[in-house]
């Protein structure tokens, strides 16, 4: 059996991290989160020379402080989990800041191999980098690479060989130079740790020096956690006062201060710049333009969601046959009987209405990353945030806002990446009316079923509305954050600072590969979650059985005149068992709320399911019609909403709306607690998005919608 090496990818975001990951691993990778926090966990597998290495890939994260989850998870995995090796990698481009990350990683006394991607857009920049210079001075491999091209790879792969069998190869020689009192306080500190045995296993130069910086994290640490009492506390202090003294000023800035020195003089003669107006630099002075820059987002988020319904519909129309023609076979293969009716009106009905909308999320996340890739998204991020500002946020809410789009939880979960702490609230409080990708199967479907594919001036009206659907979301989520503001919070927002990267090819893999993840976790909660709750539908809508009603509806059956008449009565006692079953009688109770914006009993029901997830909207819809359709035509769940007389286009419309804006899924709302540390959001935010949901929806259909609907003749 071949033995298992752990390596570790540490890098700053946007550095391609990522792309040397996938290319390392392929598709043998495993996605979780790191026990106790909400920062995703990524880990590959890589065969090479007969060792097999599981490659984890760190959090993007500029430093190794406390500042953020990532930094502390990223420290964590390289001080208790010991991998062989860190391969740092940088962007070639602006080597100063990327090194920032790597004198941390030298503290560590850690293996390091350094990656210098991304060199081509270095020399476009002017940058003509010595690395056989950078490697005698720093004493560790230094490995040129171009990552979405592929160059380097294979030297990474060597490298990476050579270091797991000799790892002194990769040891740093050079050390942090630091002013002499500074350096006798971290000296004095790490004597008294390395005295102690609980310590045997850590870094104690390294947690001498956090300690001495500030890092509230390492200090509880080592008195929390390893029992470190008075002594050191005292030790510490007096280190920290000592240095304050003789040097004029705090550790921390101080230690910065040094750490920048000590890269200035290892690129001392290292680098040589000439600079150049890069191609980038000319593409950013239009699509970052005062003007300019927001028309040519809108217009490139308009071209999206034109090209989610153009591209997808004949492969919606491919899946929609497929599970027609299953129900169709199944069903005629046995006879009437409960496990037909839970196979084919629960379960294939069901999934099979969610699982129709997979080529749609497929494109949605195909586009997003080949955005991603390319660098427009940091240029995005710029634009928005002069759209922020007015509102109480800024661009750093742009990424949690935009992973909202995928899903809420992520979208949360990411805001931890914002210092502020109101920011961070405003931004969680704006989320849940994001458009998450669960919504984008109901907006599909009744856009396919009411909105005709026409043409306003040159765009699709169906990508028209959908879009209108997107801007709704995120113009309520503007209101919402002026409110809070209002309410809840004072005080300026943060001024926003961000870096944008090098516009780069997208490569091919990396989209492919962003996309499969997404779709896999799409494809396997409809066949967990959404299968779950299709049956739990499946047995509300068909219990408690009513013998005396099929008694009386078998005699009416049997004395019916022709067959026009008997399917008549068909359709009526399926409609009559619907409405008496448990899930009938729940729908009949809040019916009076929904009435008046033009939804009736089932329409209750399939919104009440969409808390468990918002596309099972769609899959409890495609029950109540496939339980209803008592002439066995495996009509498509668009056919049937048309023929339905509760639905027009402004009741259609209406629904999409009250989908977008009403409370988000049920596994939002634990996770809402533990980044706000309260119940109090989650219950604000269930009865705001409620409210909000059922005000507009009312304004929608009684006041906007009929008027709005003839002037488009739609």
């Known amino acids: 059996m071949s033995e298992e090496i752990k390596i570790a990818l540490a890098g700053n975001p946007n550095a391609g991290k990522t792309t040397i990951f996938n290319a390392l691993t392929g598709a043998k990778q495993k996605v979780g989160n790191y026990p106790g926090v909400t920062v995703e966990r990524k880990e590959g597998f890589l065969r090479l020379n007969g060792y097999f290495i599981r490659v984890v890939d760190l959090p993007g994260t500029y430093s190794l402080t ?160 390893k029992g470190l009492g008075k002594d050191f506390l005292a030790l510490l202090d007096k280190a920290r006062q000592k240095i304050r003294k003789d040097l004029g000023e705090e550790p921390e800035p101080l230690l910065a201060e040094y750490r920048y020195r000590t890269i200035q003089e290892i690129l001392k003669d290292v680098v040589k710049y000439h600079p150049q107006k890069t191609l980038s630099d000319r593409i950013d002075a239009i699509v970052c333009h005062r003007i300019f820059g927001i028309p040519i987002f809108l217009g490139i988020m308009l071209l999206l969601f034109q090209a989610v319904f153009s591209w997808s519909a004949p492969f919606m129309d491919l899946i929609n046959q497929f599970f027609s023609w299953l129900g169709e076979f199944i069903g005629s293969r046995m006879g009437d009987s409960f496990l037909k009716s839970l196979i084919v009106d629960g379960i294939i009905a069901g999934v099979g209405g969610v699982l129709v909308f997979l080529p749609q999320i497929l494109i949605l996340f195909f586009l997003i990353s080949l955005l991603e890739d390319s660098g427009y998204m940091p240029r995005a991020a710029f634009v928005v945030d002069r759209l922020l500002k007015p509102f109480g946020l800024n661009g750093k809410s742009f990424v949690p806002l935009l992973s909202s789009f995928a899903c809420n939880i992520p979208g949360i979960m990411a805001t931890r990446t914002i210092e502020n702490y109101q920011q961070r609230l405003l931004t969680i409080l704006a989320a849940p009316f994001m458009s ?213 286009t402004v009741t259609a419309i209406g629904l999409m709306l009250f989908s977008l804006l009403m409370v988000p899924c049920m596994a939002t709302l634990p996770v809402i607690k533990m980044e706000t540390g309260s119940w109090r959001w989650p219950t604000i935010i269930v009865a705001w998005t409620l409210s909000v949901a059922w005000l507009v929806t009312f304004i929608w259909v009684h006041f906007i919608g009929p008027s709005l609907v003839a002037l488009l003749r739609i």
């Not at 998450?436 to 594919?453: D, G, K, V």
């Open 436 to 648: 998450c990708s669960a919504r984008l199967p109901i907006y599909t479907l009744l856009i396919a079923a009411f909105i005709p594919a026409k043409k306003v001036w040159i765009f699709n009206l169906q990508g028209l509305v959908l879009l209108a659907m997107y801007l709704t979301g995120l113009l309520v989520a503007l209101i919402t954050v002026v409110l809070a503001r209002l309410l809840f919070f004072r005080g300026q927002p943060s001024p926003f600072l961000m870096e944008l990267p090098p516009y780069r090819f997208p490569t091919l893999k990396n989209i492919l590969l962003q996309m499969w993840n997404r779709s896999v976790l799409y494809v396997r909660k409809a066949g967990t979650v959404i299968l779950g709750i299709s049956i739990v539908m499946w047995i509300l809508f068909t219990f408690p059985l009513n013998p005396e009603l099929s008694k009386d509806y078998k005699a009416l059956k049997a004395n019916a005149p022709n067959k026009i008449i008997l399917e008549q009565i068909k359709r009526e006692e399926a409609a009559e068992k619907l409405s008496k079953s448990y899930a009938g009688h729940f729908g009949r109770l809040i019916e009076p709320i929904l009435k008046p914006l033009g939804f009736d009993w089932r329409i209750g029901i399939a919104l009440t399911s969409a808390f468990a997830a918002k596309e099972v909207l769609v899959a409890t819809l495609s029950q109540i019609y496939a339980l209803s359709d008592v002439e066995g035509n495996e009509v498509s769940l668009i056919e049937h909403i048309k023929k339905d007389p509760i639905f027009n």
């Open 66 to 225: 406390s500042y953020s989850p990532e930094e502390v998870v990223a420290r964590r995995v390289i001080v208790e989990e010991k991998p062989a090796v860190v391969v740092n990698i940088i962007d070639a481009s602006n080597l100063e800041r990327n090194l920032y990350l790597t004198m941390q990683l030298f503290e560590l006394g850690v293996p390091v191999v350094l990656v210098l991607n991304m060199i081509d857009d270095a020399e476009k920049k002017g940058l003509k980098i010595n690395f056989k210079r950078l490697e005698k001075k720093i004493g560790v491999p230094v490995i040129p690479t171009i990552g979405h091209r592929g160059i380097g790879f294979d030297k990474l792969k060597k490298v990476l060989k050579d270091v797991i069998e000799n790892p002194d190869t990769a040891k740093p020689k050079i050390f942090l130079s630091l002013p002499k009192p500074f350096q006798e306080e971290v000296e004095r500190l790490t004597r008294f740790l390395s005295e102690k045995p609980e310590l045997s296993d850590y870094p104690v130069f390294w947690l001498a020096l956090k300690a001495i910086e500030g890092d509230e994290d390492i200090i509880n640490f080592l008195v929390r956690e």
